[in-house]
């Protein structure tokens, strides 16, 4: 069975920093292009990071550039997205996907292209 688990979101003030994880079964994820979403209430999903099928090229919405990172670990089979000077408007639900789709920097937020979806975990940004 391919399954995601996310982990690692909670509560923090902004500022601060998360790490979330989201750790691959049933498929070896080095085979894949793997990206971060999120969505926040009333809002639709957004693209917020990926990590290329080849090369591991890395990709980042504008919002994010300079305060996230991607990385993957193909040994534990596990990506992470480290996030850092967190925001109030970073709030969101956050998952991670999967493609076999070769994604370019115009092509990578299309989520039509992603097959497998985590369940999600939540990062709140609040005083």
């Known amino acids: 069975q391919v399954q995601f688990v996310e982990s690692g979101g909670g509560l923090v003030q902004p500022g601060g920093s998360l790490r979330l994880s989201c750790a691959a079964f049933?498929?070896?994820?080095?085979?894949?292009?793997i990206a971060w979403f999120r969505q926040a209430p009333g809002k639709e999903r957004e693209g917020v990071s990926t990590t290329t099928r080849i090369g591991g090229i890395t990709y980042y919405a504008d919002s994010v550039t300079g305060r996230f990172a991607i990385s993957r670990d193909n040994a534990k089979n596990t990506v992470y997205l480290q996030m850092n000077s967190l925001k109030p408007e970073d709030t969101a639900v956050y998952y991670c996907?999967?493609?076999?789709?070769?994604?370019?920097?115009?092509?990578?937020?299309?989520?039509?292209?992603?097959?497998?979806w985590g369940q999600g975990t939540q990062v709140t940004v609040s005083s």
């Open positions: 996907a999967a493609t076999t789709v070769l994604s370019d920097a115009t092509t990578w937020t299309q989520q039509s292209c992603y097959r497998n």
């Open positions: 049933g498929f070896t994820l080095d085979a894949y292009g």
